[in-house]
């Protein structure tokens, strides 16, 4: 299924519930957090080359959308919802082996993040009143990602 | 695509600790998940059924396993799909896919959630450490609460990742 959206048309709004992804075939589309809103920002800007695939958690976990999704030009997106899935599958095997192998390298990093923090909190639980400047440093660049993650839900 | 193999009642299909070639996907029968398998610290994590599979993420990952596998029913039949078949296995069942992805996505929100509580961990040590020079014994309830939970998490996921043998069956 294919749509076509003017420059500042919305393709999707944040907080929509719409269990569908898109693939961009022409034009680019720039993905907000808190658009129209006074915290507005540009998260990601995606253009057509290599043909991205965006709002793929719409589709894949049915939850609602966490950005809205602008075309900062002429666009055209290729809609994907569960009912064509495997037909764009058997058309585009590429595009979607990416997306498996864009998670899973997410999955390797954020697993790698989570074990140095742990191990960094065992060797400051186990060098407890006496941490030296390195575990410091590491143990406060933790809590300011804490405090970030904070600010970002609020 | 893929070789079918028999398996009796209470065999292994795969084991916890060891290199994940290949997922399966049950044609018949049903099959056990565990972690610890026959140790005194088993514990059933699901029943699989016909038309289900697993071990994609092991695959996807090339991870160790994270769980030994029974088959529960005599001759229960069991797919082989290696990495190779991938694609044709989907295209199959597409809808198998997106269970996947799923299940990936879901892995990405959980570790994300851990990270941050290990961050929120280290936030609160810092804290308590500068509250009281005798830090440790002024932890709120939630750092005490949580970083049992954090180590026996990392324990067992560095386990899993660095391959150590040592104790993970």
């Not at chain 1, 030009?73 to 864009?102: C, H």
């Not at chain 1, 390298?105 to 030296?132: E, F, M, N, P, W």
């Not at chain 2, 198998?96 to 929100?109: D, G």
Request: one cysteine or more.
């Amino acid at each position: 299924m294919i749509r076509d959206y003017e420059k500042s048309e919305i393709i999707f709004r944040e907080g929509a519930l719409e269990p569908c992804m898109y693939e961009m075939i022409q034009g680019s589309v720039g993905l907000y957090a808190d658009y129209g809103k006074p915290g507005e920002h540009l998260l990601e800007q995606l253009r057509e080359e290599n043909r991205p695939c965006f709002g793929e958690k719409g589709l894949i976990d049915e939850l609602p959308r966490n950005t809205t999704a602008v075309a900062l030009e002429a666009t055209r997106v290729y809609v994907i919802t569960k009912e064509n899935f495997g037909s764009y599958f058997r058309n585009n095997p590429n595009s979607v082996l990416q997306m498996v192998q864009r998670m899973s390298q997410q999955i390797r990093d954020l697993t790698d993040d989570y074990l140095k923090a742990c191990r960094t909190l065992v060797d400051a639980s186990k060098d407890s009143g006496k941490q030296h400047t390195r575990l410091k440093k590491e143990l406060t660049d933790l809590a300011g990602h804490y405090r970030g993650s904070l600010t970002k839900k609020a | 695509m893929g070789k079918i193999v028999v398996f009796r009642k209470g065999e292994i299909i795969c084991r916890q600790g060891d290199p994940s070639l290949h997922m399966y996907d049950i044609c018949v029968g049903s099959v056990g998940v565990y972690t610890d398998y026959e140790t005194d610290r088993q514990k059933q994590l699901t029943i699989l059924k016909k038309g289900e599979f697993f071990g994609e993420m092991g695959m996807i990952e090339s991870h160790l396993r994270s769980a030994t596998v029974v088959a529960l029913e005599e001759d229960t039949l069991v797919r082989v799909i290696t990495p190779g078949d991938f694609n044709e296995f989907f295209q199959e069942d597409p809808e198998k896919l997106l269970t996947v992805l799923r299940n990936m996505s879901r892995r990405i929100h959980d570790l994300t959630q851990d990270y941050l509580d290990v961050c929120r961990a280290a936030s609160e040590m810092i804290e308590s450490g500068e509250t009281d020079e005798e830090a440790g014994k002024e932890k709120s309830s939630w750092l005490k609460q949580n970083i049992r939970r954090i180590f026996m998490n990392y324990d067992h996921l560095s386990r899993q990742k660095s391959g150590g043998s040592d104790g993970a069956r």
